[in-house]
Every structure is written in C-alpha cells, then in structure tokens.
C-alpha cells in the first residue's frame, strides 16, 4: 500500500508540474515578446523552493520573493485592470480585448490561476488536496502567493490603472478585499496617475458612483492620484464579451 500511495502521489505531483509547465509554455508561445528572459524550468524551482517541506499554514508571501524575481515581465502602462467580486467578468474581457489586461492574463498569474497546491514539514511533495482552504489559516501557499502577486502587480503598475467593481453588490468597494487593502496601498505615486473604477450596473441595481463606499477608497488613495468613477452597463460589457470589433472605448465608456 505504502508503494501504491507513493506512486500515486508521485502522478499528482508530475501532473500538477506539468499543467503549470504547460501554461508557461503556452503562455511564452502565445506572448512572443515576453519570451525572452523566461525560462520555465528555473520559474518552476523559484515557485516550489517557497513551500515545498513546509507546514501548509507556514508560508509567508515573502517566501515567494525569488518567484517574483524569476519572472521577467516589463508592465503594460495605462492598461493594468484590478477587479473585485467580478473575476469572470473581467477575465472575460480582457480574453477578447488587450486594450485591459489583469494579473491573471500577466504570466505570473496565469500560471497559477484556479490552482491549489501545498506541502508538508518535512515532506518534499507537493499536494494538491487536502490543503488548507483560504481564510482556514493566513499564511496557506495560495493566499500567500496571490497576496505577494498582488503587491507585485500593484507596485509594477503604471499611467492609469482601472479596477472593474459589482455595481449588483450593496457595498461595491471593500477596505478588507485584496483590492482594498493590498493593491491601492501599494500603488506607486512615482508611476501611476490615476485610477478609473469601471462600475459594472445592471438595469435594476441600485449602487452608484456616489456609493459612500468610494468616499473610503478615494480617502485610500494617494492624493496625488486622479480618481474617476464610470457607470458602465453590464449590457455593453457582455455585448463587448461577444463581439470583439466593438473597440474598447465604447465598451468601458460611462452610461
Ligand atoms: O485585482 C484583483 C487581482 O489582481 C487579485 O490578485 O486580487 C484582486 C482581487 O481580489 P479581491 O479584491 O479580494 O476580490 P474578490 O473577488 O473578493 O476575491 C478574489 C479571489 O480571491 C476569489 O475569487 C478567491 O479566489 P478563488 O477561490 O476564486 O481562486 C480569492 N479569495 C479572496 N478572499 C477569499 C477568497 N477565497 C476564499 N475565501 C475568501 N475569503
């Protein structure tokens, strides 16, 4: 049995690697120019050296620094997009329109989306159940590493950053969401001018730019910064999901 088992999490483990070497790979065919300087194989080391032989409630999202500097990826200026409760939505849209483009659609993020993974003290596999869900201990090798990757991504970004928010949600901006509390804080005043909050309404939603919740976010920001809202109809966006000549301009504009 102990062979069987052996084996069996031996698989997992070559099956976890290699969907996340496979999406590297991918990643690099389809993104040319981000191609030179990475190299999968040396990612993928930098990544598992951070909680491999580690309790899985004791990782630390500074053990994910080397990770960080691994991946070679200059920001894409004016076009970096946050998003809070409207993960499909978003990741629909910039899928069809690079005029925006998330974390996830970076290839730190898009190596590890939807991916869960541990280890444990001493151990040197890597797991891929039985791991601590996201809020059972703080720090869990997932939420550390997006907890790293979103600081990341907010302090490389730069020019006008935008964040896609739930106009369907009665408090659209949370201080305590990732958005909230790790992106805004971590926006660099040398390189970003503004921030847009693109506010995805529906016909019969009642939330608005003048939310007393944006008085919160806009007390977060830099004062330096610009600070626009835009009511934007859930309609245009899906209209924009499906059709792709639709230019983003009037996709995102107020309505
Ligand atoms: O701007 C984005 C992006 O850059 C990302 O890294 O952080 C921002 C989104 O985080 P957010 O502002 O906290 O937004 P959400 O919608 O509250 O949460 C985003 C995701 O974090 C969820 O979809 C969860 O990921 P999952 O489980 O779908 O892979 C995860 N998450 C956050 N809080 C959670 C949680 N999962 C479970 N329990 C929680 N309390």
Known sequence: IAIICGVTAQNKLHSFRKVVMERCEEYLQKNSHVTRNND?????????QAYIGKDSCDVSPEAYDPLIRSVKQDAVCNSM???????????????KRNCLATLEDTLLGFMFDDLTWCSKNKSKETFTTGCPGWSDCQNNPVRSFWLKASINFAATACGNVSVMLNGSLETP????????????????????????VLLVTKDTDVTTCRHPSFQNLQTSLNPNFSYNCREVPYSRVEGCISDPEIPCRSCLKER
């Open 81 to 95: 997009l946050f998003w809070s409760k409207t993960k499909q939505m978003a990741h629909a849209f910039t899928a």
């Open 173 to 196: 901006f949370s201080n305590s969401s990732i958005f909230g509390s790790v992106e805004v804080k971590n926006l660099d005043p040398n390189k970003v001018k503004g921030l847009t």
């Open 40 to 48: 999968c194989k040396i990612i993928w080391a930098a990544f598992e």
